[in-house]
């Protein structure tokens, strides 16, 4: 397997710590909103490759955090009169919807900065003690001239990097790209004791510290979107190279950005969009496929047409899945030749061989339609294939499939009411009578309740709409 490392700027093979083991990062949300589409793409994304890596057989432990605390969920906390700590679990609760709407497992663990202080202080503390930070009327800055490989991650050394941000003038850091890594409380905030007085972490300390808390110095992977290499990333690798005096991350991963309508996504142009909005209009699942149909460094347009698009292809997916066990019911057992068996394997082989490419989703969802289209003639013509020919065809479609995470939503209930059936009986006592006129009466009767009712080659076919 090959992955393209953002740190070395090329495709590497992928090789763990620990054999058949992987440990992976992925910062998670700060919780004082719904989250917005361009959040769900490294959610899905990284989702997907946890999947992947358990489909060839690693073990997988993946750590993603949720920030809560932060200037904006203080912020609203002190607009709604009440203690972040509402606004934080609130938005917890909001973002599990979401994600299970868009079949996001839960990682294996969750941390949260409020619950790792400790473990924070105790970085800061050390980073102090030997130098690499100091303390300002109780503030804590790490010093960036002292880590030499600054810029490494995002291919800049410190003076680019300064000469091409935006920095507040500032008299008390030693250099304008010193960042905080603990800030003195404010009045009406949060606050925890540390040896530096009452305060809270910086942004960047808190992932160091649950990553190597929870995974160990140095870890296997790190994802997050591109806009997160720099300064969120970067300081990580930073902070935490200092802190432990070895590589933080052996592979880093960045999603591309998501546009609206061409244009970046921004609250001030109008075309911000949540995920709970658009799912509310188009359903979770055109999300999740939306995010996967695209190679994951490659930019994304969401637009009407897009998300259409993908609702449409679902549509396909469904209606294969629906056919092939519609096929299964009347299918016979039969001969299934080690060729027949070959065809298939090749189409799994050959989503095997995207996927180990750069973790290539979008030619992983081709690989998935021409294994359809190869079995849709096996399950529409005059003669069925064998059921042992069919059976081997849904085990791969389905293994494929959900290592993506997709057709999760059922289009059709667990048991048709006997109502239905009944009218279904009635339906075929009619036509065996050729009273074709009760027939349509009794098919548009079953129309009504949700159903629809149609003839093929295999037999009465009921689905539901």
């Known amino acids: 397997m090959k992955i393209y490392n953002t740190l070395t700027r090329q495709k590497e093979e992928f090789k763990t710590i620990e054999p058949g083991k992987v440990t992976m990062y992925a910062c998670g949300p700060t919780v004082y909103n719904f989250i917005h589409i361009g959040n769900a793409r490294p959610i899905c994304l990284f989702d997907c490759l946890r999947n992947y890596f358990e489909f060839r057989g690693y073990e997988v432990k993946f750590v993603q955090n949720f920030t809560d605390v932060d200037d904006k969920i203080i912020n609203k906390a002190n607009e709604e009169g009440v203690d972040a700590s509402v606004i934080s679990e609130r938005y917890i609760k909001e973002y599990e919807t979401d994600a299970r709407g868009m079949n996001v497992r839960p990682a294996t663990i969750h941390p949260k900065v409020t619950q790792s202080m400790d473990m924070i202080i105790d970085i800061v503390k050390h980073l102090v003690d030997n130098g690499y930070a100091y303390e300002v009327n109780g503030d804590v800055y790490f010093s960036t001239t002292k880590f ?45 004791e540390s040896p530096w007085g009452k305060g809270r972490p910086g942004w960047h300390i808190e992932c160091s510290a649950m990553a190597t808390n929870y995974l160990g110095k140095t870890i296997d ?59 509310n209009k188009y359903g979770y699942e055109p999300i999740r496929f939306m995010m996967l149909q695209a190679h994951y460094r490659s930019p994304i347009n969401y637009n009407t047409e897009v998300i259409e698009q993908c609702r449409a292809a679902l549509d396909r997916m ?148």
């Open 148 to 192: 030499a490989d600054y810029g490494k991650l995002s291919h800049m050394p410190l003076e680019d990097l300064e000469a091409g941000a935006r920095i507040e003038a500032s008299d008390i850091k030693q250099h304008p790209m010193d960042f905080a890594v603990w800030k003195a409380a404010k009045p009406g905030e949060p606050y925890w």
């Open 318 to 465: 469904y209606k294969f899945k629906e056919n092939l066990d519609f096929a299964l019911t009347k299918a016979q057992d039969g001969e299934f030749t080690e060729e027949q068996k070959n065809a298939i394997l090749a189409r799994k082989e050959q989503f095997i061989r995207v996927m180990d490419d750069d973790f290539n989703t979008a030619d992983g969802i081709s690989a998935i339609f021409e294994l359809i289209r190869d079995v849709n003639p096996l399950i529409s013509g005059d003669s069925l294939a064998s059921k042992q020919h069919l059976l081997f065809a849904k085990e791969i479609f389905d293994q494929l499939t959900g290592v993506l995470g997709l057709l999760y939503e059922s289009k059709k209930e667990d048991e048709v009411p006997a109502e239905v059936m009944a009218l279904v009986e009635q339906r075929a006592a009619a036509r065996k009578a050729k009273d074709f006129v009760l027939a349509d009466s009794l098919r548009d009767q079953i129309n009504e309740m949700g159903y629809l009712i149609e003839e093929t080659r295999q037999g009465t076919k009921l689905t539901k709409k």
């Open 221 to 279: 992977l790190h994802c997050g979107g591109q806009d997160l290499i720099f300064p969120h990333h970067e300081n990580e690798i930073a902070q935490s190279e200092c802190a432990t005096g070895v590589p933080f991350a052996n592979y880093w991963m960045h999603n591309g950005y998501i546009n609206v309508d061409n244009r970046k996504m921004s609250k001030s142009l109008g075309n911000f969009f949540t995920v709970r909005e658009v799912a």
